[in-house]
C-alpha cells in the first residue's frame, strides 16, 4: 500500500521536492492510516487536529489520542478549539457546515502563517463515491458530479485511491490505532445514509459497484475538463464586461440554457433561476433576480448581472465657484459637465443615487418630470438607472442628473453673476 501510495502521490504532482505538508489529523482511522504513510514515506510533515467540542468527552478524547500519538512519533501538532454550536447559531447554517469553515479558515491560516506548502486531507474512495451521490441528488451538473480530485489548491488527497475497507485492513495489519467516530452510525446526517443505507443496495445488486462508479466518477473528472475549457471560450467571446457591470446580448446566448447557467453561477444563481429566467428572455423585459450579492435582470437586448451593494463604486464630486465673466460661454459638449448658477443653489451640493418618487425639472421644460419617467424616455437598463449620479443641493433638491440633465431652476441666465462648475471624478 505504501508503494501506490507514493505512486499516486508521483502521478499526480501532489507534493513536490522540499515542499512541508501539514497533515488534517482527526484520530479516525482514515486519517492516522495517512499520517502513518506520510511518515514512513520520509515526507517533512506536522499534524493539525480541530477540537469542535460537539461530542463531550470523545470529543477531548480524540485530542489526548492525537497528542499522545504525536508526541511518540515525534511530529510536531497544531491544536484548535472551536465553539462550533454557537458559530452556526451566529451564521445560520449547519453544524455541518459550521465545522466545515472554522476547519478550512484554520487550515488556510496555518499554510500562509506557519510556511507549510500544501495540506493533505484523508478523504478515500468511498468518500468520493459518497460525494458523487450527494451531488447527484442536490441536482448538481457535471462539475458536482465529478466529486473530488487529488488536487485542489494548496489541499491534497493523496488517498483518494484506495477505499475504506483497505484502509482498514492496512491499518489493522500494521498495528496502527484509530478512534472511532459515535456519529459515523447516525443515519441523521444525509452523508452517512448514503454510507449505511444506499451502497449497501448498491453492493447487493452488483458486487463490483463502487468500482464502477468510481471509474464513471474518474470519466466525468475527465470530461469535465473538456466541458469546462469549451464553456470557458464561448463565454469569453460572449460576456461583456464594464467595471461591475456583466452582461451578455440575448442573440448571442442563442436561447442556450446551461450556458446562462454556467455563466450565472458564479454570481450565486442557482439552475432553477436561470430556468426561469429563460422562460421569461423573450416576453417580460426588467424581470429581476437576486442572489446573495448580486442582481441579474433581463433587459431588452441583453442579460446584465451587477453587485447589488454598489456605495463603493460612487464617484467624488467636484465643484468650482468663480465670477461670470463678460467672455463666459456655457460649455454644450461635455455632458460630464455642468455649469449652473451659484447664487440659486444651496450648498452645500451633495451627491446620491436615484429614489423612487424623485422629481426634477428638466431643462427647458416648465413643469416637473419623475427621474424614474426620464430614465425611461432615454431607455436606461437597470443598471444605469441603479448607478446613476444625482446631484442635489442641501435641501435635496435635484440640480443635475450627472451626464445627462440639468434642472432649468439653476440655469445660467442673463443675470446670473457667479457660476459653479461641477463633475465627477
Request: glycine residues 4%.
Amino acid at each position: 500500500m505504501i508503494r501506490k501510495f507514493q505512486q499516486y502521490i508521483e502521478n499526480h504532482s501532489l507534493i513536490g521536492k522540499d515542499e512541508r505538508v501539514l497533515v488534517a489529523l482527526s484520530g479516525g482511522v482514515d486519517s492516522m492510516v495517512l499520517a502513518e504513510l506520510m511518515r514512513r514515506s520520509g515526507y517533512d510533515i506536522a499534524f493539525a487536529h480541530c477540537n469542535f467540542h460537539l461530542r463531550g468527552e470523545e470529543s477531548d478524547g480524540d485530542e489526548r489520542f492525537v497528542r499522545d500519538y504525536a508526541e511518540r512519533v515525534g511530529v510536531r501538532l497544531f491544536v484548535k478549539h472551536f465553539d462550533t454550536i454557537q458559530y452556526a447559531e451566529n451564521h445560520k447554517i449547519s453544524i455541518e457546515m459550521a465545522a466545515r469553515e472554522l476547519r478550512y479558515s484554520w487550515f488556510d491560516e496555518l499554510l500562509k502563517n506557519q510556511g507549510f506548502h500544501k495540506l493533505a486531507v484523508a478523504h478515500h474512495a468511498d468518500d468520493q463515491i459518497e460525494t458523487f451521490f450527494i451531488n447527484l441528488l442536490r441536482g448538481s451538473g457535471i462539475k458536482g458530479l465529478k466529486a473530488m480530485q487529488p488536487a485542489n489548491r494548496l489541499y491534497i488527497r493523496p488517498l483518494l485511491w484506495a477505499s475504506r475497507e483497505e484502509i482498514k485492513c492496512f491499518a489493522v495489519e500494521n498495528d496502527i490505532q484509530w478512534r472511532e467516530d459515535s456519529t459515523n452510525q447516525e443515519t441523521v446526517y444525509f452523508r452517512n445514509k448514503i454510507r449505511h443505507e444506499l451502497l449497501p443496495v448498491l453492493d447487493g445488486i452488483k458486487p463490483d459497484a463502487r468500482e464502477k462508479i468510481r471509474q464513471s466518477v474518474e470519466c466525468l473528472a475527465s470530461e469535465n475538463q473538456l466541458y469546462r475549457k469549451l464553456i470557458e471560450e464561448n463565454l469569453s467571446r460572449i460576456e461583456h464586461i464594464d467595471g461591475v457591470l456583466h452582461s451578455i446580448r440575448k442573440e448571442e446566448l442563442k436561447d442556450n440554457l446551461q450556458l446562462l447557467f454556467e455563466w450565472a453561477r458564479d454570481f450565486g444563481f442557482g439552475f432553477p433561476q436561470c430556468e426561469t429566467v429563460m422562460s421569461v428572455i423573450n416576453s417580460e423585459s426588467g424581470k429581476e433576480f437576486y442572489s446573495g450579492d448580486y442582481q441579474l435582470v433581463v433587459e431588452n437586448d441583453s442579460i446584465d448581472v451587477f453587485p447589488i451593494d454598489l456605495h463603493d463604486e460612487n464617484p467624488k464630486l467636484v465643484q468650482n465657484v468663480f465670477a461670470k465673466t463678460p467672455d463666459f460661454k456655457i460649455e454644450k459638449s461635455n455632458p460630464d459637465l455642468a455649469q449652473l448658477d451659484a447664487d440659486k443653489i444651496k450648498f452645500p451640493l451633495r451627491l446620491r443615487h436615484w429614489r423612487q418618487g424623485d422629481r426634477f425639472r428638466p431643462l427647458g421644460m416648465h413643469g416637473s418630470k419623475l427621474v424614474s419617467d426620464f430614465f425611461n424616455d432615454l431607455n436606461f437598463t437597470a443598471f444605469q438607472k441603479k448607478t446613476a449620479c444625482i446631484v442635489t443641493d442641501a435641501d435635496d433638491e435635484i440640480v443635475w442628473i450627472a451626464g445627462y440633465r440639468i434642472d432649468d431652476d439653476f440655469k445660467i441666465t442673463n443675470k446670473t453673476t457667479r457660476i459653479c462648475e461641477i463633475f465627477l471624478q
